[in-house]
């Protein structure tokens, strides 16, 4: 009983309680913006994990779609099928937070006897993770994301395309004489 209850202290002392969780996406989610980070639109959203360095979906864009240097981040036209769409894009951070149990105990002890607290930067564990939310719109400003938007599944295969594109190109001067090519 005695080894249990040692045990249960030690795991107990050393654990971090999260208060929020940044979510892994393995491939795409499609999602209400709004809900997955309030600085986001209410229209639906083709969010997944960048895990390429700040700006390279930005360099990636504007090689992609010849925007010479003048990058748009929002209504940037694209076609699909000889018809236009525009999509918006926005890069956005969700952070994990825990709270470390161990250092909070410990200061509480020390204040308890009258002595000044050591671990307060201790507290809380901040680590976050970057993601990319697209948003798509038509020429009458439908969402284009929504489900029951007559052509979602050729935008959102477009998409998991162009997000495919985007991991697997290293040099966006290629993106750009291929899309010269075309």
């Known amino acids: 009983m005695k080894t249990i209850l040692i045990i249960f202290c030690i795991m107990f002392l050393s654990s971090c309680v999260p208060l929020s969780i940044a979510p892994d996406i393995d491939d795409y989610k499609i999602t209400n913006g709004k809900r997955f ?8 959203s083709f969010i997944f994990n960048d895990t390429k360095n700040a700006g390279e979906f930005y360099q990636f864009v504007d090689a992609k779609f010849n925007l010479n240097n003048q990058l748009l981040e929002r209504d940037i036209p694209f076609k699909i099928k000889n018809k236009e769409y525009r999509f918006s894009f926005y890069e ?3 952070k994990t937070k825990t709270v470390n149990v161990a250092p909070v105990l410990i200061d509480g002890a020390l204040q308890s006897n009258g002595h000044n607290t050591y671990f307060e930067d201790a507290y809380i ?10 948003t798509v ?9 929504d489900s029951d938007y007559k052509e979602h599944r050729e935008i959102v295969s ?12 290293h040099n966006y001067t290629e993106t750009l004489l291929l899309n010269k090519s075309n």
């Open 37 to 44: 980070k309030r600085k986001l639109p209410k229209q639906k």
């Open 92 to 94: 956005v951070k969700r």
């Open 125 to 134: 564990s901040r680590s976050g993770k970057w993601y990319i939310a697209i």
């Open 137 to 145: 719109t038509d020429q009458k400003y439908n969402d284009c994301l």
């Open 158 to 169: 477009y998409l998991q395309k162009f997000k495919n594109e985007y991991f697997t190109t």
